[in-house]
Structure formats: structure tokens, C-alpha cells
């Protein structure tokens, strides 16, 4: 299927005049599909043929493609040969950054469905996607059905039917498709995941996580994201609409579609305190708010419980509306033997009933298990975004496309982490009765091999340019 209007029937984004837009009312409440899968071919593990160059295409240049942009100009290998935003003027302000460089992009704007264009150019290795993110699964499914690999910002997918996409899509083009879990390379994520891999805590039994932040002032602010699409997301969804920076990292360590996998969840939200009242307040001020304050919005507080198909559980919350100071990943890693975790900071870990290890204990912990990739990187950690994760994440997919190696965050992972969006939503919905999670692998998980080389067995050859 290489021809644009056989996509947008084949997605239904045709009849329902969403093309390109990705429209927010096109994305509704689905009912839960489970029918069963066969797998076309294992993405788990999978190296594709190695690039010397990766040639880049970026699409959405709001608040992180630009990131993005600044990220891979440093790394070695990487050229941008196209960018593309809805807005011209978000085009050439990236366009601008890249004057006087090696990079000499072709500019696509002015249309929500130019990004197909940049799909189809021809010499792209990589697409980027970091649009909303309910626009994310149709850009990266283009993308694989035009020969390129996919990298998609969090969440990669906003329904199943959009998870299972991806997954159909990657083992039928062999194409990889990431999600940009960044902080699954945040140093206490990658620390305790090469603990558990060594065994420091025992079986591992629970995993807490969330992302616990204060969004209001963003969320709230007329021009901090486009069309005010995460506002409109809160006034029209219920669930965790944001559960991957908390699971991801979590998944990692219980090796979730590599000897385990998610099995079911049950979700629960707080009422709304906040926002309603919120978008009242402003609209009683600024007409501009009125369509905002008649919304029911998502509660405060979603908490969701994920059981494993091997009994182990994990908690993912997310709270975007509390006047909370520090932001919370929590991050608690429970286990037989040891407990580890890193919010409120700094980092923690208890070994026995004496309470936390004394500090000198707890620095040689970290001295004995730091990964590699730590230890290699941790100059260029400390001058890169969110604590290190954004220069890794794109390093490392930088580095294993040119070394034809399998990625860190494979299409298995960017669809059971996404489907928590629509799975938590629909537990909401049906006064949190428990929901079964698909098994995007179709079995595989049981042998499939844990493939995030924090210890840089393979590769770790790609520089990163000053
Ligand atoms: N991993 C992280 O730490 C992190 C941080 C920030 C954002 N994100 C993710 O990145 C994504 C983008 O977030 P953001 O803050 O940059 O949002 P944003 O609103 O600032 O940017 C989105 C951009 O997409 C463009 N766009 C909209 N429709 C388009 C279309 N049809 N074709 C081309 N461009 C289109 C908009 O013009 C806008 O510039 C989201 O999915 C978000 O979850 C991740």
C-alpha cells in the first residue's frame, strides 16, 4: 500500500475527513479489541542493514522537535534533510538554526497533510515524529509503508486499533519504529535496571512510577502548544493519557515482552478539582477560555494497576494539576531482596530492616553498578535535557542504526507502554473493572531476549560533535 489515498482509507482518517489533521474529535473512546494475532515476523531483537549516514526527516517543530533537532545535529553520521510543521513559521525558525551546516533540508508547511510529502521523500533513513500525540501512529506507519524508519515521541499511538497498527506495520516493512522513551536513560532508571539485571533486589515484585507534574501553567497557557491540544485532551479523555515516562523504565527492569508481559490493569480517577474551574475563572475574563469551561475535565489524579502474566504488579500514576514543587517519577523498584527509589531526591535503597543504606553504602552501590553507558556519557549527560536522556536516546539510535544493531525500545515496547492511553480509559469508563491488555508480541515475549545494552556490548562507536 504505497499510495496516499490507499492509506487514509485503509486508516479510515478519509471518511472521516481527519487526513493529516489527526483531528482530536476523531479520537474517541473504542471498545476493547482483543482478537487474536499472529506474529508476520519478530521485531524483538531485530538489526536492520546498518547505515553509514541516517538521513533525517522531522515532523512537528513546536516545543520538542526542535530538541530534537538541536540533539541529532550533534551526532556524528546524522544529516536533516527535511523538516515539517503545519506552521510555516515554526518551519523556518528550524530551518534557521541549520543555516551555515552540513544540513540542507527540504521544507515542507502550510498544510496538515504535507507531512505525507516528507514520508515519501526518497533519500530519508528516519522520520521523527513529534507531533500531538494522537497524530503520532498514522505519521509512523506512513513513514515504515515508505521505506524509512520510524522514531516517534511519547506516546507512540492514542487507541489499540493505532498500537497494533505500529506493531503490523514494523514486521511487515521490517522497519524499526521507537518511541523516544527518554527517560528510560535517566541515570537512577539505568542504575537500577542494571541492578535488577544483576540481581540486587531479589525477584523483582513491584514496580511504582508516574508522572506526577504541574502541567496548569502550560496547560493553561494560550501559546505553549499547538491549538491548545493538551488542554483539549484533558477536557475530553479519562485514564492515564500520559503513562510512558513512569512505565517505561519500570518495563525495562521486569523485562515486560522479554519473560514477562502485561496481562491486565484497573484504572481509577480522582474527580476534576481544578480545571473546570480553572478554564472558568479565565473564561469569565477572556472569551477566548469560554469553549474551555464548559469541558468535563480528567481527574486530578489517575492511578492505574498493572498486573504481569508472571504476578508481579506495577502502579503508574499520572497528576498534571497539583500545585506540587517537585515534579515525581517515584520510580520504587520493590524487590525479594532490596528496595530502591529515587523520589522524593535524592535516590534511595534498603537492604534490610535498618532503613535506607548510609550514603557512603549507597555510593558504592552506584559505583559497582553504573552502567557503561553512564560512565561513557555522563559528561554530555550533564549538558543535555532531562537529565541526560535526550542526547542517549537519540545517541543510541543514532549509533545502532549505523551499526546495524538491534534498538534499545523496540515496536513491542512503544505499543504495550502507549496502549495504557486507551486501556486506562476504558477501566475509568467501566467503573474500573479490570481490562485485559493484548499480547502485542503473539507470544513471543516467553523467549524473547532483554535487548537495552546500557553495558554497550555492541557499538558505542558514534561521536558526538561538541
Ligand atoms: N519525551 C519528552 O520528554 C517530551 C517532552 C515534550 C513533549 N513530548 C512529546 O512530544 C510531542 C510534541 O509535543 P510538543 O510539546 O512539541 O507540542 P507542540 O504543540 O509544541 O508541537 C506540536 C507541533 O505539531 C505541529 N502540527 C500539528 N499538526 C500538524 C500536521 N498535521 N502536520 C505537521 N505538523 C503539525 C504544530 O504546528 C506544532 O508545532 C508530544 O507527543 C509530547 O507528548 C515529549
Not at 8 to 15: I, N, R
Not at 57 to 77: A, D, V, W
Not at 369 to 382: N, Q
Not at 389 to 398: A, Q
Amino acid at each position: 500500500m504505497k499510495n496516499r489515498r490507499d492509506f487514509l482509507k485503509a486508516t479510515g482518517l478519509l471518511s472521516l475527513g481527519l487526513a493529516g489533521s489527526g483531528a482530536l474529535e476523531g479520537y474517541a473512546a473504542e471498545p476493547v479489541s482483543q482478537k487474536p494475532r499472529v506474529q508476520r515476523f519478530n521485531m524483538s531483537g531485530y538489526a536492520a542493514p546498518k547505515l553509514d549516514k541516517v538521513r533525517i526527516g522531522i515532523i512537528g517543530l513546536g516545543n520538542r522537535g526542535p530538541s530534537h533537532l538541536g540533539t541529532m545535529r550533534q551526532i556524528e553520521g546524522v544529516e536533516i534533510r527535511a523538516l515539517c510543521d503545519l506552521r510555516p513559521e515554526r518551519v523556518k525558525a528550524a530551518n534557521r538554526r541549520l543555516e551555515g551546516t552540513i544540513h540542507k533540508p527540504t521544507l515542507y508547511s502550510g498544510n496538515k497533510d504535507e507531512w505525507m510529502k516528507l514520508c515519501e521523500q526518497e533519500d530519508l533513513d528516519l522520520v521523527i515524529v513529534t507531533t500531538p500525540y494522537y497524530m503520532h501512529a498514522n505519521m509512523a506507519a506512513y513513514a515504515m509503508e515508505h521505506g524509512k524508519h520510524a522514531a516517534s515521541e511519547v506516546p507512540a499511538a492514542a487507541t489499540l486499533e493505532e498500537c497494533w497498527k505500529l506493531v503490523e506495520t514494523a514486521e511487515r516493512t521490517r522497519k524499526h519504529c521507537m518511541m523516544l522513551e527518554n527517560y528510560a536513560y535517566n541515570f537512577f532508571q539505568m542504575l537500577t535496571l542494571n541492578m535488577a539485571r544483576r540481581g540486587f533486589f531479589g525477584e523483582v515484585v513491584h514496580g511504582d512510577c508516574a508522572y506526577n507534574t504541574s502541567k496548569m501553567g502550560n496547560n493553561f497557557g494560550k501559546s505553549v502548544y499547538w491549538d491548545m491540544w493538551w488542554l483539549r485532551l484533558y477536557g475530553s479523555k479519562k485514564g492515564n493519557i500520559y503513562p510512558t515516562h513512569g512505565m517505561g523504565p519500570v518495563c525495562q527492569i521486569m523485562n515486560i515482552n522479554r519473560g514477562d508481559r502485561l496481562d491486565y490493569l484497573v484504572s481509577m480517577d480522582s474527580n476534576d478539582f481544578m480545571m473546570k474551574a480553572k478554564a472558568q475563572e479565565l473564561a469569565a475574563k477572556d472569551d477566548f477560555f469560554k469553549p474551555f469551561a464548559e469541558k468535563e475535565y480528567r481527574g486530578n489524579m489517575s492511578s492505574t494497576l498493572i498486573r504481569t502474566v508472571k504476578g508481579k504488579t506495577i502502579m503508574v500514576q499520572h497528576d498534571a494539576t497539583s500545585p506540587r514543587g517537585p515534579h515525581t517519577m517515584i520510580h520504587a523498584i520493590t524487590g525479594t531482596k532490596a528496595l530502591a527509589q529515587e523520589y522524593p531526591l535524592p535516590g534511595r535503597i534498603s537492604k534490610d530492616l535498618n532503613g535506607w543504606v548510609s550514603k557512603n553504602e549507597y555510593d558504592a552501590i552506584v559505583k559497582e553498578y553504573t552502567p557503561t553507558i553512564v560512565t561513557r556519557m555522563s559528561e554530555l549527560m550533564k549538558k543535555s535535557g532531562h537529565g541526560g536522556g535526550d542526547i542517549l536516546e537519540c545517541w543510541r539510535l543514532i549509533d545502532c542504526l549505523r551499526g546495524g544493531l538491534p534498538l534499545d525500545q523496540d515496536v513491542y515496547d512503544a505499543a504495550a507502554w502507549s496502549s495504557i492511553v486507551p486501556l486506562s480509559e476504558q477501566s475509568v469508563l467501566s467503573r474500573s473493572n479490570s481490562i485485559d491488555i493484548p499480547d502485542f508480541t503473539a507470544g513471543a515475549w516467553e523467549k524473547n531476549l532483554p535487548n537495552m545494552d546500557i553495558m554497550l556490548t555492541k557499538g558505542g562507536t558514534t561521536k558526538v560533535l561538541g
